[in-house]
């Protein structure tokens, strides 16, 4: 099914990680396919997911609701079909900031299905761990923390407008766990903690947006 055929589900909101979390549960929910993640400059995330309409429509909802538990602010719709005209403006090119030094805009790089077994997805005992904060101070104090307490890797770093800042840790599922607990308090005082969370055998749209080594086998 070509993008154009398929309907567009979109799901915008604050912060890196209940983006990222929402997706998880939208994969898990329905059978779709991640297009691009965007960031918006201003706190917030953009998913931009394709499939059949219903899957999508299932997909969004989940998503939504995954969200708004997480105070991640979201708006959502779905496209049932993409205009053929519109589609330029809708899927942007991949670019760089200098100012954060990092994409703005990911694209999977391969197209995953719902239902794919590779890597840490295969595994039932892997995990993801998201901190994320508003300041640089905090989320380092978070994650050395973390490190110190568990087992961990970490294998990623998303930047927002506003401060916001997000490390990625990977991990069996009780290191990540640990390693959450010992990062959340670690940023009293020194930040505002956004979010904390664990990922337990992530979807494959979640690992096609992180770097290629966080994905691989152990």
């Not at 055929?5 to 059978?31: C, N, Y």
């Amino acid at each position: 099914m070509t993008r154009t055929a398929s309907a567009l589900g979109i799901l915008e909101t604050t912060g890196w990680t209940p983006a990222m979390v929402a997706l998880d549960h939208m994969e898990k929910a329905a059978r779709i396919a991640v297009w691009q993640v965007e960031l918006n400059d201003f706190l917030g995330t953009c998913v931009k997911i394709t499939g059949p309409v219903d899957a999508v429509q299932v997909a969004i909802e989940t998503g939504h609701r995954v969200a708004e538990h997480m105070q991640g602010d979201p708006r959502c719709t779905v496209i049932p079909r993409v205009s053929r005209a519109a589609h330029r403006g809708i899927d942007s090119r991949i670019e760089f900031n200098p100012l954060i030094q990092q994409h703005v805009v990911h694209a999977p790089r391969t197209a995953p299905s719902s239902n794919g077994d590779s890597g840490m997805q295969g595994s039932a005992n892997s995990a993801l761990g998201f901190i994320e904060t508003q300041g640089f101070t905090a989320v380092i104090e978070a994650v050395d923390a973390a490190c110190k307490a568990a087992s961990v890797e970490v294998v990623g770093k998303e930047k927002l407008g506003g401060g916001y800042v997000t490390i990625v840790i990977r991990g069996d599922v009780a290191a990540v766990r640990a390693a959450i607990e010992a990062a959340r308090p670690k940023v009293e005082g020194l930040g505002k903690l956004i979010a904390a969370h664990v990922i337990t055998r992530p979807s494959p749209g979640i690992l096609s947006l992180l770097p290629a080594a966080a994905v691989a086998t152990s």
